[in-house]
């Protein structure tokens, strides 16, 4: 047995894309902009680098994605594209297999090879602070993934200035269709309609869309969960260490003007100046990255970066939208790690709880997990934030190499079984595994996979304790 801890059981648009070929060892796609050629490897098929939307350079700095022009020939899709603008942050957690580049928006896709039908499909959406992060970190592969039968697709998305920017000059400028500042979301939506046009040319089912993402990649998925220009574009949404999904604190368009206006300054550029956009998008792209990481994004002094805020078009007030039903009631996994930032009490555990109590008061399913398990070869006091990523995706070997123990593996086995379950039914239960019970309030029941690499699910043990914190 592969499971581990059994113990607790009790408890057409782009009508025109086929697949050209299948059992390759050079598979060939036709999407809606000309033909990839991809590679098998270890019974699955992958495609990497592959451009959803025009490079956001020159004219296109500061615009929401434009459309990809066609290419003509087969277009090499073997190698990861490059990871989008920033300063990597000094941390092992997921270092990226790119150089960074303000050219970056490209997809990845991997599927089982020689699959036929329709495959569910998961869309990755990665965190690092809005800042930070990419597609490219081996431990975000999704080949393990599409070895239990699903198809997995990546994708970068714009981050730091480049992510999120408002200038007044910007709405002179006629270019937007009031989409205006919030380009990183913009960028997830226009991934998030490249799968609705062009995934059945791989194979997978764009009526079967499962969203997922951790940190702010969390975040992000409760902003496309609650954003208008998002609806329909997934089926299931899962969001690991995403927060309570409220935008109490969160700027708005006239703070993130003030922000971008003292970014300009700070180049001796005069933000009420007429030509000032001309004058930014001509800075150099290490200038508008400008040293900026999840070390040094709250550094002291006028502040010359925002994460996305509430423009009212892109991203609404997520709060309000939960309270009032107004969002995409879409079958849902929510937690944390159980060492997450801010500890028991902080917004990832407790955002989690409230989120999952805001979301299932209105009927939506919704289970709830918290993640407790500490890889074999660590020493630690808890699992941290991000730890529990690897055994999502089933890439504990990937994360910890020699150094995977048999439990690790198991772990991963199991929690990346209950996520396929949940994105090819709705419903993380099945065969073999725990009983992972339905959220609500009244009976506050979770999943956790605990320090020991069990999956036991029972009431919240830290209920009263976060209560009372709130």
């Not at 598979?27 to 680098?49: D, H, Y």
């Amino acid at each position: 047995m592969k499971r581990f801890a059994c113990s607790i059981a009790l408890i057409a648009a782009a009508a025109m894309p086929v697949l050209v070929q299948a059992q390759t060892a050079q598979p060939v796609v036709t999407i809606e902009n000309g033909a990839l050629r991809g590679k098998i490897e270890n019974g699955v098929e992958s495609w990497k680098g592959i451009p959803f939307a025009a490079p956001p350079v020159g004219r296109f700095r500061w615009r929401a994605p434009q459309p990809m022009a066609d290419w003509q020939g087969v277009r090499d899709a073997t190698a990861y594209a490059s990871d989008c603008m920033q300063l990597p942050f000094p941390s092992d957690a997921a270092p990226l297999g790119t150089t960074p580049a303000e050219d970056c928006l490209y997809a990845n896709v991997w599927k089982p090879a020689g699959a036929t039908g329709k495959l569910p499909v998961v869309v990755w959406i990665y965190g690092g602070g809005f800042v930070n992060g990419g597609a490219s970190p081996p431990t975000y592969a999704g080949a393990n993934m599409a070895k239990k039968g699903v198809l997995f697709f990546s994708f970068n998305y714009r981050l730091g200035r480049f992510g999120t920017f408002a200038m007044p000059q910007m709405k002179d400028e006629n270019l937007y269709d009031g989409r205006l500042g919030n380009f990183g979301t913009m960028d997830q939506i226009a991934a998030l309609k490249w799968v609705q046009r062009n995934i059945a040319a791989f194979g997978g089912d764009p009526d079967n869309v499962t969203i997922i993402g951790e940190s702010a990649g969390g975040m992000s998925v409760h902003q496309l969960v609650t954003s208008p220009r998002a609806r329909g574009l997934f089926q299931k949404a899962v969001i690991l260490s995403g927060g309570a999904g409220r935008s109490d604190d969160a700027p708005h368009t006239a703070d993130v003007e003030a922000i971008s206006a003292n970014f300009a300054r700070a180049h001796g550029i005069d933000p009420q100046a007429a030509d000032a956009m001309d004058k930014l998008r001509a800075l150099s792209a290490d200038d508008v990255t400008g040293g900026l990481n999840l070390a040094t994004m709250s550094a002291p002094g006028p502040k010359t970066f925002s994460r996305p805020f509430v423009d009212g078009t892109v991203s609404v007030d997520m709060g309000a939208a939960y309270d009032s039903g107004e969002f995409a009631q879409v079958p849902m996994l929510i937690g944390a790690t159980s060492a997450d930032i801010g500890g028991r009490t902080g917004y990832m555990v407790a955002g989690a709880r409230q989120a999952s109590g805001a979301i299932a008061d209105h009927g939506v399913p919704v289970w709830e997990y918290r993640f407790s398990y500490v890889a074999g070869s660590l020493d630690w006091d808890g699992a941290y934030h991000a730890s529990d990523i690897p055994y999502f995706f089933d890439n504990a070997a990937i994360k910890y190499g020699d150094a995977t123990t048999a439990t690790d593996r198991a772990v991963g086995d199991t929690i990346s079984d209950y996520l396929v379950n949940f994105v090819k039914t709705g419903d993380p239960n099945g065969a073999g595994l725990p009983q992972w019970p339905r959220y609500a309030r009244d009976t506050d029941l979770l999943m956790d996979f605990t320090r020991a690499g069990e999956a036991v699910a029972g009431p919240d043990p830290w209920a009263a304790e976060i209560d009372a914190a709130q």
